[in-house]
């Protein structure tokens, strides 16, 4: 499956996806999400261990842990590329859940805000960032297209997307995760 593909299956099956990198050697200890996961892996390898029985995983393969399965995750010595999706079935995530996965995922949390009406122009990060809307709203531009994030929305910004952004009139107050996950994948 590509990736065009496998991206256009699981947003209509109601996955949320981003790209993502993982450094090497990364091991996960056994645990469980409160959503259902799909990847597929773009570079390097990752295994999956469930039931006591691990599966490695390559470019060009997919997999799939569902909510509540209990797992563990092994990178391997190059790191792993992945286009990863979230589904949660209980609804929207709360913020509690939000930073949890951020802390779980290794990603720094920052509490912040904008004041009314402020812009960015076009620019990038060099680090991946997940965002969770508390209050106010936020509007994304980024690959020509114009998303607006309200409270409770989530989005993701990956390393070296290109984006602008524009506060609406009441500010905008929002938890931030920033990671700097990108690893080196042959």
Known sequence: MDQVEFETEGRNAGYRFVNTSVKPNLVAPNHCHDFDARSLVLGGEITITCDNTPVTFRAGQCFEVLAGCM???????????????????????TREAFESDLRREGFEIVHGGQKPDFCE??????????????????????????????????????????????????????????????????
């Open 71 to 93: 797992h563990t995750e092994q990178v391997g010595p190059q790191g792993v590329a992945l286009l990863s999706g979230r589904r949660r079935t209980g609804g929207s995530i």
């Open 121 to 186: 122009e076009t620019h990038a990060h060099d680090f991946d960032a997940r965002i969770m809307v508390l209050g106010g709203e936020i509007t994304i531009v980024r690959d020509g297209k114009l998303e607006t994030f309200k409270a409770g929305d989530c989005c993701e910004i990956p390393e070296a997307c290109q984006h602008a952004t524009k506060v609406g009139p009441e500010g905008v107050a929002y938890i931030v995760g920033k990671a700097q996950r990108r690893a080196s994948v042959n």
